[in-house]
């Protein structure tokens, strides 16, 4: 019998305290304004120029000042880590969370920092915390797409996760960095049973998503999900493609691919076109938007036929889905109806049951459907 979503008033009635790192960027103020019934929140920053705005209480804490991050750290009870960008982060936040006992989730939209933390997942399960890994938008609800889709079949084979982004998507700076930080070299994608390497922004795929994203060319691109869930699920294949609106961001993306690797990870190349890239979303957005869709494929067999499930997504600003997908895991950690500790990305410990009943709740564009296909 599917599970009832329980709204917040199930978490204790002792005012749980949450630390926001980084929640003064554009998708930690997401996050702060999604999770802000919860508890009360604390959100951190290098300069709170920017927090005066903000629900909650601003802490000026640089990452790197270990005394202050561990201060900050032992005060709350969920620590949420949204500092990115998340290539150049270690373990720091995690292994102090395990230290002191706090429960943690983090924004990553990278493999390398799950990859930096999973060795972590002893410690986390012997100190009895949770540690939710990738949550948001996508990384985050989509997980949970793909989850519901590969639920549906007996024998899961190929996954396909398409992400369709408009303008900025409602994001910042940061966001851009690590799209181009994810140029940088070919990664590795799990096909036909082995890791294989693939050049990013390459092998373009056209999808036509929901309305208002429409028909959006997509790339591979290298994305957490492309490591996690060929760790998650019983598959042979995972793609994952993206693609942003107007195309020509495609192509000026497409483009840095094509520059030396010395320009392309040379960090002020990077952040100066980052700064570049997002002057220019500010100039489309007004006429774009800044909504997300998303479509997860999974095709396999279900009752000794080839099937094919699809679930669709689709929001107007990419960064509140982002904020709304963070809430979702933090209020289940908060209220205990995920209460197994380890460490786990989110495809990994959000039931199906209780994603789909949050989706309702929050009136989310969510759909899915189940039909014959030629793939096995």
């Known amino acids: 019998m599917p599970r009832v979503w329980q709204p917040e008033y199930r978490i204790a009635p002792m005012v749980r305290k949450i630390l926001i790192l980084g929640g003064t960027g554009c998708i930690g103020q997401r996050v702060a304004a999604a999770i802000a019934p919860l508890g009360a929140v604390t959100v951190t920053g290098r300069s709170g120029q920017t927090a005066k705005a903000l629900q909650g209480t601003f802490l000026r804490l640089d990452l790197e000042d270990l005394a202050a991050l561990e201060k900050a750290i032992a005060n709350h009870d969920l620590v949420i880590?949204?500092?990115?960008?998340?290539?150049?982060?270690?373990?720091?936040?995690?292994?102090?969370?395990?230290?002191?006992?706090?429960?943690?989730?983090?924004?990553?939209?990278?493999?390398?920092?799950?990859?930096?933390?999973?060795?972590?997942?002893?410690?986390?399960?012997?100190?009895?915390?949770?540690?939710?890994?990738?949550?948001?938008?996508?990384?985050?609800?989509?997980?949970?797409?793909?989850?519901?889709?590969?639920?549906?079949?007996?024998?899961?084979?190929?996954?396909?996760?398409?992400?369709?982004?408009?303008?900025?998507?409602?994001?910042?700076?940061?966001?851009?960095?690590?799209?181009?930080?994810?140029?940088?070299?070919?990664?590795?994608?799990?096909?036909?049973?082995?890791?294989?390497?693939?050049?990013?922004?390459?092998?373009?795929?056209?999808?036509?998503?929901?309305?208002?994203?429409?028909?959006?060319?997509?790339?591979?691109?290298?994305?957490?999900?492309?490591?996690?869930?060929?760790?998650?699920?019983?598959?042979?294949?995972?793609?994952?493609k993206f693609g942003s609106l107007p195309n020509f961001y495609n192509q000026l993306t497409r483009a840095m691919t094509l520059l030396p690797e010395s320009l392309r990870q040379h960090p002020r190349i990077i952040q100066g076109l980052s700064k570049i890239g997002y002057g220019m979303t500010k100039l489309t957005d007004s006429f774009t938007g800044v909504g997300v869709a998303m479509r997860a494929i999974v095709s396999g067999i279900k009752d000794a036929t080839p099937q094919q499930v699809t679930v669709d997504f689709v929001h107007e600003h990419t960064a509140i889905a982002a904020g709304l997908g963070v809430a979702l895991v933090a209020e289940l950690v908060l209220s205990e109806q995920i209460n197994q500790p380890g460490l786990y990305p989110v495809e990994q410990i959000i039931p199906s049951d209780l994603f789909l009943a949050w989706a309702r709740q929050h009136q989310l564009q969510l759909s899915w459907n189940i039909q014959p296909s030629e793939k096995n």
């Not at 396909?160 to 994810?182: C, D, I, N």
């Not at 373009?204 to 996690?228: L, R, S």
């Open 81 to 240: 880590h949204c500092a990115g960008p998340f290539h150049r982060r270690d373990g720091r936040v995690l292994q102090t969370c395990i230290y002191q006992g706090k429960n943690y989730i983090d924004v990553s939209d990278h493999r390398c920092l799950y990859q930096k933390l999973k060795p972590l997942t002893q410690a986390a399960r012997e100190a009895g915390i949770i540690a939710v890994c990738n949550a948001g938008v996508f990384p985050g609800i989509s997980n949970s797409m793909v989850r519901l889709g590969v639920e549906q079949l007996d024998e899961p084979h190929q996954i396909e996760l398409y992400y369709g982004v408009a303008g900025s998507g409602g994001a910042g700076e940061t966001v851009l960095t690590t799209t181009f930080l994810g140029l940088g070299e070919p990664f590795l994608v799990f096909q036909g049973g082995t890791w294989q390497a693939k050049q990013p922004y390459s092998k373009p795929t056209i999808i036509d998503f929901p309305a208002p994203i429409g028909k959006t060319t997509v790339y591979w691109f290298d994305v957490a999900e492309t490591f996690t869930f060929a760790e998650s699920f019983p598959v042979e294949t995972v793609v994952t």
